[in-house]
């Protein structure tokens, strides 16, 4: 059996106006279009190594994107009209070191694109 690597793509919900979901993903989050084929009318943006594809006729998804400085991203981005569904809170202590190095916590923040795809925002704080 050949071994799984890396996650490569994921597909999101570009929902009925891909322009307006591209431009949340660049103007808010800060990612830039890496291509777009018209038709169909798809289009991927890359997070770090990961492909996201945005398509039509897919259910809305979540993704989780590393963030350094989350509380900061959360006050200017709130202070600039744009609505989370969860500020940031504290999700996980990680005693164990099973998701990085034991004894960070991890935060995280929720959104919704115009889609309605959920982005999870995280980072991970050291021990104190």
């Known amino acids: 059996m050949p071994a799984i690597g890396a996650v490569r793509q994921i597909a999101l919900s570009a929902g009925r106006n891909l322009d307006a979901t591209l431009s949340f993903w660049r103007d808010v989050l800060g990612l830039s279009l890496h291509a777009r084929f018209d038709p169909p009318g798809i289009a991927f943006i890359m997070a770090g190594s990961v492909r996201l594809l945005f398509t039509d006729g897919i259910p809305a998804g979540t993704v989780y994107l590393d963030i350094a400085g989350l509380d900061d991203f959360h006050a200017q981005a709130n202070a600039a009209g744009v609505p989370f569904t969860a500020p940031p809170t504290l999700v996980h202590r990680d005693t164990e070191g099973m998701f990085g190095p ?9 959104l919704k694109d115009p889609a309605g795809n959920t982005i999870g925002l995280v980072e991970r704080h050291p021990p104190q």
């Open 102 to 110: 034991a004894g960070e916590s991890e935060w995280m923040a929720f």
